[in-house]
């Protein structure tokens, strides 16, 4: 199985531009890393910005008239874009006012950042990374009663149809199709100090091959039969954030997520001992992930000066990772064989901290770090043989994570760029003639690893 080995997600800040972005909020310390060689997406909800539409969708009424951005060229990831570039544009969106009277806002942006499939089973034809191509992002928003409501849409697809015969005893057929829905819904009541989200996401897919069994009087043709098929697969996600009145320059912000995922996996066979009956086909293994995070902070933006912001977050976040299998009870495998992993991850506590302060007119300086004093625990059981050979085994650690990051924003009038710093470029300056890239975690041999542009109209 394609071990999902997630990490805790966490939360951080900011906003002194109209507009805060991805990579300004990654800067400032709350961007995406990696967690025991783990990509984790991490997630702003300290402030309102446009950056956390999809987490929380109501905030899309307060970014109308608004084009973003995004190339990216941090760490060798090939799962961002289907063709395994390491310097691209990968995201584009823009969001709209509609009407006058009763105002609403309309949006979307396209990607060529795939899904990544947490299924084991390898495709016909696709590649090892097994992704679905991202199709559509939808934003819709409005005020409900004077209070701010959002919706947001995410589909992903991708399909190969294979009818090509060979010869007439095999069969170079197959039917394979991957399809993921995201739905995400937000109100913002109490004058829209109080933010609340619910996301929802499901996963299905066809895998099917021609199965062809025999050469002689036992010959069956079974036609197109099930290889895999999704057995439950559900993600369910809760968000809240409250931004309390300030006191003086400080405004606290406490924020709760409870995030769970469920993927689960059938695989057939046949159970014939002779050809002549190749034909019963029946589930002989499944398989099921089970995922869950629990997250509980508090942060605060203090206006040190009218230019400068300084942001911190505080909080706990538990995690936890469990994946089994289980074989049928078949003439080659015996129900007693079956296995579980489990992994629990803790961050008690997790500190973030942050600042956005004018230079020039035209550029802000940034710089953020974030620390997790983490507590991991893995659990292992499996029974073998007809439930003859039993085994377990369990170890634990504990250990502290620190990154840090630096960044600038340029502005000129409506347009802003983010963009997030190649400390090695400043060490080491570009190799100008062997074209070496400068550091290794950023692959981009230049001086920015991260850019998102913004332009409010």
Not at 151 to 180: A, H, K
Not at 353 to 376: H, P, T
Not at 441 to 453: A, Q, R
């Amino acid at each position: 199985m394609k071990k999902i080995l997630f990490a805790i997600s966490v939360l951080v800040l900011l906003g002194v531009s109209a507009y805060a972005s991805e990579t300004r909020l990654e800067t400032m310390g709350m961007g995406n890393f990696y967690y025991n060689g783990t990509y984790v997406k991490s997630i702003n909800t300290i402030i309102k910005d446009y950056a956390n539409i999809e987490m929380y969708p109501s905030t899309i009424n307060y970014y109308p008239n608004l084009f973003w951005g995004q190339i990216d060229a941090c760490y060798d990831d090939d799962s961002k874009s289907i063709d395994g570039y390491n310097d691209y544009f990968y995201k584009a969106g823009a969001l709209f006012q509609l009407g006058e009277k009763n105002p609403w806002v309309l949006g979307a942006h396209f990607s060529t950042m795939p899904y990544e499939n947490p299924f084991d089973h390898d495709l016909d034809n696709y590649d090892s990374n097994q992704q679905t191509n991202h199709r559509l992002n939808l934003y819709y928003g409005r005020n409900l009663s004077n209070i701010p409501f959002g919706f947001t849409l995410g589909y992903y697809r991708s399909s190969q149809i294979n009818e090509d015969v060979q010869d007439s005893t095999f069969y170079n057929q197959y039917e394979d199709t991957y399809n993921r829905y995201e739905f995400g819904f937000g109100i913002s009541p109490m004058s829209g100090k109080l933010d609340l989200a619910l996301s929802l996401a499901m996963t299905s897919w066809t895998d099917k091959f021609y199965h062809y069994f025999g050469d002689g009087a036992g010959n069956v043709d079974s036609g197109l039969v099930d290889d895999t098929e999704p057995d439950g697969n559900f993600e369910f996600a809760l968000r809240a954030r409250y931004f309390m009145d300030p006191v003086g320059k400080f405004t606290c912000v406490p924020h709760f997520t409870f995030d769970s995922r469920k993927y689960g996996e059938k695989y057939f066979t046949n159970t014939a001992i002779n050809e002549e009956t190749y034909s019963t086909w029946q589930v002989y293994r499944t398989d099921e992930t089970k995922v869950s995070v629990f997250d509980l902070g508090i942060g605060t933006n203090y206006d040190a000066s009218e230019n400068v912001l300084v942001a911190a977050d505080f909080g706990v976040a538990f995690g936890s990772y469990k994946y089994s299998y289980n074989y049928a009870d078949t003439n080659s495998y015996d129900a007693s064989d079956e296995a579980e992993y489990k992994y629990n991850y803790k961050a008690m506590p997790y500190f973030r901290l942050g600042i956005d302060a004018e230079v020039f007119k035209w550029m802000d300086f940034r710089a953020g770090v974030v620390s997790m004093w983490n507590q991991y625990k893995y659990e292992r059981s499996f029974s073998e043989n007809g439930g003859g050979d039993n085994y377990s085994y369990s170890s634990g650690e504990t250990f502290t994570t620190t990154q840090t990051f630096l960044g600038v924003g340029l502005h000129w009038n409506a347009l802003e760029i983010d963009a997030l710093l190649d400390p090695e470029f400043l060490l080491n300056g570009p190799y100008f003639i062997g074209g070496e890239e400068t550091n290794d975690n950023y692959d981009s041999g230049s001086m920015f690893g991260k850019i998102t542009l913004t332009y409010g109209f």
